[in-house]
């Protein structure tokens, strides 16, 4: 069982930046691809960007450019840089372990972000 804890979400102005963190427990961390997802009210959950365990990274058009998703293995953390935000950034953020082999799939709390204009 890994369990994930999301911190850094809040309020901010459009143009402004935040870093969301996800801490997982556990010492496998480093066989997880990490991901970050996102979900609006009335909407279905849609991926963000997401780090391989090699560490290669994917993004959603509507964020490549202006977010940057990294981990650090040892502090057994993925962190997810968003700059230049929008108001449609605003939404509840949730970080995702999976493993595929055997499968596992762990997800966080989420984190609300909110950003005005």
Aim: glycine share 10%.
């Amino acid at each position: 069982q890994v369990q994930l804890v999301e911190s850094g979400g809040g309020l901010v102005q459009a143009g402004g930046s935040l870093r969301l963190s996800c801490a997982a427990s556990g010492s496998i961390f480093s066989i997880f691809h990490m991901g970050w997802y996102r979900q609006h009210p009335r909407k279905q959950r849609e991926l963000v960007a997401n780090i391989t365990n090699g560490g290669t990274t994917n993004y959603a058009d509507s964020v490549n450019g202006r977010f940057t998703i990294s981990r650090d293995n040892a502090k057994r953390t993925v962190y997810l840089q968003m700059n230049s935000l929008k108001p449609e950034d605003t939404a509840v953020y949730y970080c995702n372990a999976v493993n595929y082999n055997p499968y596992w799939s762990f997800w966080g709390q989420g984190t609300q972000v909110t950003v005005f204009s």
